[in-house]
């Protein structure tokens, strides 16, 4: 299994608090990334990571900003946690391109609810 | 833009029954393709992949074949068993691309 902690693993907040997500590799590997998955939509992208500091935008990142302050850990932060972000997280990693071949490794994932 | 259409589910079949779960592609460029598997409460697991046109991907009794003439990949199994039920994602990433687009998933149930 590839090295990849998510914490925390479950979380309830309130509407209008701010929460972070954290994800931990152990790989060394270049990529990181945070999808959600929610019933109807599969997993869509939040944003992604392609070093430390450099970082980009997904599908349905409104919301949400990230941070990577180093190779191993890739941060998702709700500024304001709305019930419209009521799902499960899933982080990933990638040695390199997936368009290029390369596996995607995911996280067992972290569920939040927002009430 | 990029996507992945899957075959609605759940597919519901008897054990040793044949599977196929169909899943088409939309790319600008020559994708990467994959399966993956999430079992229930799980993270995804790659099932397996294909890199080029012709290409079989193939893992634990399943298989599929990129056909880029059709611009798809779906997935097969020749028997299955009770402990394949899951949810499976068709995935694919452009050539060159750093990101994964996901079809919404199929959910198999397989019964004794």
């Known amino acids: 299994d590839a090295g990849i902690t998510q914490s925390p693993r479950h979380k309830v907040t309130e509407t209008g608090t701010p929460v972070t997500l954290r994800c931990h590799q152990t790989?060394?590997?270049?990529?990181m990334y945070w999808y959600r998955q929610d019933p109807g939509h599969g997993l869509r992208l939040i944003h992604y990571?392609?070093?430390?500091?450099?970082?980009d935008k997904g599908e349905v990142s409104d919301g949400y900003s990230v941070s990577r302050s180093k190779t191993e850990d890739f941060l998702l932060t709700l500024e304001s946690a709305t019930s419209s972000q009521t799902s499960v997280y899933f982080c990933?990693?990638?040695?390199?391109?997936?368009?290029?071949?390369?596996?995607?490794?995911f996280g067992e994932g972290s569920w939040l609810t927002v009430v | 833009g990029d996507s992945v259409t899957q075959m609605e589910g759940p597919v519901t079949l008897s054990e040793e029954a044949f599977l196929t779960i169909n899943c088409t592609y939309t790319?600008?460029?020559?994708?990467?393709l994959f399966w993956y598997v999430q079992y229930p409460g799980e993270g995804l697991q790659l099932l397996l992949k294909?890199?080029?046109?012709?290409d079989k991907g193939s893992n634990k009794g399943f298989e599929a074949t990129y056909r880029k003439e059709t611009t798809s990949f779906h997935l097969e199994k020749g028997s299955v068993q009770v402990s394949d039920s899951a949810v499976y994602f068709c995935?694919?990433?452009?050539?060159?691309?750093?990101?994964?687009?996901f079809g919404k998933g199929t959910m198999l149930l397989v019964s004794p």
């Open positions: 294909a890199t080029k046109a012709d």
């Open positions: 990571s392609y070093g430390v500091k450099d970082t």
């Open positions: 995935a694919l990433s452009d050539r060159g691309y750093s990101t994964l687009t």
């Open positions: 790319a600008t460029g020559y994708p990467s």
């Open positions: 790989e060394n590997h270049r990529y």
């Open positions: 990933a990693i990638s040695e390199d391109r997936p368009g290029a071949g390369n596996t995607i490794y």
